[in-house]
């Protein structure tokens, strides 16, 4: 990040930053740990950074539409972080007309922009898009990092948007991005007591909705693979529950080989090499592995109690799972070998559907205590336990690419309650509802796109 830049953070953006190295350092060595700085906090103000985005230059054959779009999407990925506001471009004192013309920051600097996005679309002679941007920081009148071009169908223009997005967030707060991305979820619709739930992806900012194919039947859990364009999932053809696989590119669905007893709760291991799941067989409900390779299966546990919902660590030698076999619902940590499970949940009430930070540093899950659920995060031992939401139904946490906000599910109350998606970073703010084109429930995101 351009150090000048980084100054002009407030203290809602440092709080953001305070927070995040806080949770960096969960499981780090005290030789390991980031310096410990010491502040005080008299008074909070939420200013994010001002950014200057006007609308796309139109070039050689482009369309009017697309190059305010794309200005427009940008616009919004930046917003929903919280981290950042666009100015409105009423109160821009100039237009650029060409993208190689010299910036005349006088004109930026007095609206108080404090970064400069100015981007250009053309069409290439092959017909392709041609789409190109820089940054620049306003006081110091110099670019951030270097212009970037891109050349893609026309189409795409949205995904661009997205790439661009990415960009200016990773130059901008030293992050990892996670606007080009996708999220796939359940649909739902219908009244509450005979709703259709449908498989359906889109968008991590809920453009580009599709359902996807399937037999007619009850679908729950899906779950990308870290490294195809695949999904797994749970679905009831068979009238009892199953795992399935489905290729994204052409919507065609397989089974896990013969498993015997009921099979759910998959998730891939970050290699996509495994899954991990519950089979229940002899009335007992144990976690499993099983290799796709081979479609060797080995068990993990073995206990009278419920075990369900496991999670792979990022390196893949550790599993997060829920389980009752201590008499009530709470987290425990086993390898991805197998061997004795240890607890890392000791506060009121109950744990459920934990899912391990694509970072490794923390672990989501969801909570129930004294009639309110809750999405929190602790660290990988159990410690520091924070919840960021509280509702009549929060479930389902699911990370972003970058380990820096959560989706989850919200359901209202009452005979017309239903489900919608939302997200909130981890440390608990910006918390805002995911437009959909139905109700929605279990998201699960994608890594980022190729």
Avoid at 345 to 356: D, I, L, M, N, Q
Wanted: positive net charge; charged residues 25%.
């Amino acid at each position: 990040m351009d150090k000048n830049i980084k100054f002009k953070f407030t203290l809602y953006t440092l709080a953001c930053v305070f927070t995040l190295v806080f949770f960096t350092n969960f499981g780090m060595s005290q030789e390991e740990q980031a310096p410990k700085i010491k502040m005080t906090v008299n008074k909070g103000v939420i200013k994010p950074m001002s950014i200057a985005l006007p609308a796309f230059i139109k070039e050689e054959g482009a369309n009017t539409i697309i190059s305010r779009e794309l200005s427009k999407v940008i616009s919004n990925n930046l917003n929903g972080t919280g981290l950042f506001k666009t100015i409105a471009q009423t109160a821009y004192l100039d237009t650029p007309i060409s993208f190689n013309t010299p910036v005349q920051f006088d004109n930026w600097s007095i609206i108080n922009a404090d970064v400069l996005v100015i981007g250009a679309v053309g069409i290439n002679l092959d017909g392709r898009l041609e789409v190109k941007f820089r940054l620049w920081d306003v006081s110091q009148q110099k670019e951030i990092g270097k212009g970037k071009k891109y050349l893609t169908k026309q189409e795409s223009w949205r995904r661009i948007s997205h790439k661009i997005s990415d960009t200016i967030y990773e130059r901008l707060t030293g992050e990892s991005p996670y606007f080009d991305s996708r999220v796939v979820f359940v649909s739902e619709t219908g009244p509450k007591n005979n709703r259709l739930k449908r498989l359906a992806i889109m968008d991590q900012d809920g453009a580009n909705f599709r359902f996807l194919k399937h037999p007619p039947s009850l679908v729950i859990a899906p779950r990308f693979s870290p490294t195809d364009n695949e999904i797994i999932f749970t679905g009831y053809e068979t009238g009892k529950p199953n795992v399935y696989l489905m290729n994204l590119d052409n919507d065609k669905i397989s089974s896990l080989g013969n498993l015997t007893g009921m099979s759910f709760a998959p998730r891939f291991s970050m290699d996509g090499k495994k899954i991990v799941l519950s089979i229940t067989e002899g009335g007992n409900t144990d976690i499993f592995s099983i290799n796709l390779g081979t479609l060797e299966r080995r068990r993990l546990t073995s206990n009278i109690g419920i075990d369900t919902a496991p999670s792979f660590s990022p390196d893949g030698k550790n599993i997060v799972f829920e389980s009752d076999r201590g008499g009530g619902q709470q987290l425990y940590i086993i390898s991805s070998e197998g061997g004795d499970a240890k607890r890392i949940s000791f506060g009121e009430g109950k744990y459920a559907t934990p899912v391990w930070s694509p970072r490794g540093d923390l672990i989501a899950f969801t909570k129930i205590n004294k009639g309110k659920f809750h999405i929190g995060v602790m660290r990988v031992d159990g410690s520091k336990e924070r919840l960021l939401t509280t509702s009549f139904l929060d479930e389902g946490p699911a990370w972003s690419p970058n380990g820096r906000v959560i989706m989850f599910f919200r359901e209202t109350p009452g005979k017309a309650g239903a489900p919608s998606i939302y997200s909130i970073d981890i440390s608990g703010r910006n918390m805002k509802k995911i437009k959909t084109a139905s109700f929605a429930s279990d998201p699960n995101w994608s890594p980022l796109l190729n």
